[in-house]
Nanobody, 124 residues
Framework: QLQASGGGLVQAGSSLRLSCAVSERAFSNTAMSWFRQAPGKAREFVASINWGGGFALYADSVKGRFTLSADNAKNTVYLQMNSLKPEDTAVYSC???????????????????WGQGTQVTVSS
């Protein structure tokens, strides 16, 4: 139901755009988010968006560098990542709250649908 793509290997300072395609229109009325997990570390919140209203939350570590947006026509959420740093290296996963849960959340426990991860590697 959630299909993530766009990861890759880039140099520090570069940009990448991750996409999370949603297979069902029902998700257009729910909050979406991106989490990431680096090797040996716990899953970490990155960003979350209220799909309908465009209100977004960001982790302090990515604020000002990453931008989350939603394209209702394409049922896709995008994570634009600029000024990438080696510490951004991780597997990035998109997730969705239950249908109707529209408010963004930084807690992974609030998300019930998860897509497969996409690897982002930033070299120094």
């Amino acid at each position: 139901q959630l299909q993530a793509s766009g990861g890759g290997l880039v140099q520090a300072g570069s940009s990448l755009r991750l996409s999370c395609a949603v297979s069902e229109r029902a998700f257009s009325n729910t909050a979406m988010s991106w989490f990431r997990q680096a090797p040996g570390k716990a899953r970490e919140f990155v960003a979350s968006i209220n799909w309908g209203g465009g209100f977004a939350l960001y982790a302090d570590s990515v604020k000002g560098r990453f931008t989350l947006s939603a394209d209702n026509a394409k049922n896709t959420v995008y994570l634009q990542m600029n000024s990438l740093k080696p510490e951004d290296t991780a597997v990035y996963s998109c997730s969705a709250r239950s249908v109707g849960r529209r408010y963004p959340s930084a807690s992974d426990g609030d998300y019930v649908y998860w897509g497969q991860g996409t690897q982002v590697t930033v070299s120094s």
